[in-house]
């Protein structure tokens, strides 16, 4: 299990959520590839293992096809990740970006155990924690979810 948030923070202090990386998947590796720094900073958000792996292992377990491909692969999830991402922040709105980001995280279901704060899915979803604060309330005043500690349920669709 685990889970760690990869962000940036800008010049003015505010944090963007870049994504989230959970168990198996893979971050970091730019910095094997190009002379440079990690472009963002990670943290833990749940209790987690993490594997460091050498330029020179990985580039010596790339001659691997079986393992090249899997590697490949992901990069390719992660480039069509990014590029939903970036139609999510710019078309879609606040209410939209949270339904998506629960089905993206816990998939499609009616209830969610929800392990991450308000404050790390506010910032999943590009919006500040006041604006999921309110977002929150009016989907609760709707009869839309209700959320009560770690558990919330969905209640009906939204129109």
Known sequence: ??????????????EVTVRLIHRGEIFGEVVLFEDMHYP?????????????????????????E??????????????????ERILHLSAFDVEERFF????????????YHITLSKQDIAAAIGTL???FSRMISRLKKRGIIEWKGKELRIRQELS
């Open 1 to 14: 299990d685990g889970a760690v948030k990869l962000y940036k923070t800008s010049p003015e202090g505010k």
């Open 100 to 111: 998506s980001f629960l089905s993206d995280q816990y998939g499609q279901r009616d209830s």
């Open 40 to 64: 963002v900073n990670a943290a833990a958000l749940q209790s987690s293992r993490i594997l460091k792996i050498s330029r020179a292992a990985l580039l010596s377990i790339l001659e691997e």
């Open 129 to 131: 924690p006041e604006t």
């Open 66 to 83: 079986g393992f090249r491909n899997d590697f490949i692969a992901a990069l390719m999830r992660k480039q069509r990740y990014l590029t």
